[in-house]
């Protein structure tokens, strides 16, 4: 059983716990929060048993091997720094780190500590039925792909308080924090073009401006060399649209490219043939599965494959998001830290 402790205590953290369980492969024992109250409101009906209020102590005396970093993105640097120091398998929850170089820092801290594994929680890409689908779109792609549309558009109940002119503002909706369409939603997107197609050649973002700053909703071109993928994306407004990967003549339509749960393969007779794939209830549960096969068995030799591919993926993707925020000349105070 591996003993886990978090760092945020909001509803993403609930459902993680919720997979966690499922898988039956962890055991919850140490709380992080910026209160001691929260921490013990939050962890105890889970069986938790150590609870802090200080960063440090937390990595230092706390009982536990895995840490899940479920806290406002631009925290994520520096407490995932201070798990690696203390040779702690570390989730850490999308986006992963806010650029290029925050990124690096991470990979040379990782060299320095062996021990310590690093995984995004990119929940879509660990899904069964997604990486079905990744299987078909390999069949495709020998029949000359023509590209995609990938939206992940939902009104976050959060904004009610931007329009309301409610400060302080949500964590998500500020520069602060690293939040935004991009950021929040525009993740899974970048996310599914890259494992779809690889890095692309070129990118630009026009993304629409909320008035604390940062991107409310948007639209991304990546250019590769004989198409284009479009990804739509935002948190100020309901979208019903599919996602579709295009063949010649056949159509790959995802009903959402995050929370998948039906993928249908339109041949070139316009006829219907649905992937097969078991979907779990919680979409986490993979995701935590896979995990804990990584942290079971670290130095494995299949595990570390997947695990160098994930960190590559996870870099790629960090490349590619902080490239469309510089097409759009998008920055957070993240970007100026000399640390
Ligand atoms: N995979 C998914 O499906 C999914 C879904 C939602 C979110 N996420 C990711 O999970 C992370 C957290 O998102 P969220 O919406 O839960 O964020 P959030 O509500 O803004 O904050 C998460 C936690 O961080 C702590 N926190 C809040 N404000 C803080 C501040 N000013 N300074 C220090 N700590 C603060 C709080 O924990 P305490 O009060 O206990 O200190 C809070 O519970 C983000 O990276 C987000 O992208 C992933």
Do not use: C
Request: glycine letters at 6%; zero cysteines; hydrophobic letters at 40%.
């Amino acid at each position: 059983m591996l003993k886990l402790g978090i760092i945020g205590t909001h509803i993403i953290t609930d459902q993680m716990l919720d997979a966690a369980k499922t898988t039956g492969k962890y055991q919850l024992t140490t709380v992080y929060s910026r209160t001691i109250d929260r921490a013990k409101e939050f962890g105890e009906p889970y069986g938790a048993t150590e609870f802090y209020d200080d960063i440090d102590r937390f990595f230092e005396d706390g009982d536990f091997d895995v840490v899940y970093v479920a806290s406002p993105n631009s925290l994520h640097y520096q407490q995932v720094r201070k798990a690696i120091e203390n040779d702690k398998f570390i989730i850490v929850e999308k986006p992963a780190f806010v650029n290029p170089r925050e990124y690096s820092a991470i990979e040379s801290l990782l060299a320095a500590h062996p021990k310590a594994r690093l995984v995004e929680a990119a929940r879509h890409i660990h899904t069964k039925i997604y990486n079905e689908a990744l299987k078909k779109i390999h069949e495709m792609k020998a029949d000359h792909v023509q590209g995609a549309t990938i939206n992940v558009m939902k009104y976050s109940s959060r904004y009610d308080k931007v329009l309301d002119g409610a400060e302080p503002y949500p964590n998500i909706f500020t520069l602060k924090f690293a939040g935004g369409a991009l950021m929040d939603l525009g993740v899974y997107a970048v996310y599914g073009a890259i494992t779809i197609f690889g890095e692309p050649d070129s990118v630009v973002y026009f993304p629409t401006l909320a008035k604390t700053g940062v991107d409310a909703k948007g639209v991304a071109i990546l250019n590769y060399d004989q198409f284009t993928v479009t990804l739509n994306f935002g948190k100020t407004a309901n979208s019903y649209l599919d996602s579709e990967i295009y063949g010649l003549k056949d159509t790959l339509v995802f009903d959402s490219i995050f929370d998948t749960t039906k993928v249908t393969y339109y041949d070139a007779d316009k006829q219907a043939h649905p992937i097969e794939a078991p979907v779990e209830e919680n979409s986490m549960t993979d995701e935590m599965n896979d995990f804990a096969d990584l942290f079971n068995n670290p130095d494995d030799e299949e595990q570390v494959k997947k695990y160098k591919h994930w960190l590559a993926l996870s870099k790629t993707v960090n490349s590619v998001m902080y490239s469309l925020r510089q097409s759009a000349q998008l920055t957070f105070p993240a970007d100026n830290d000399q640390e």
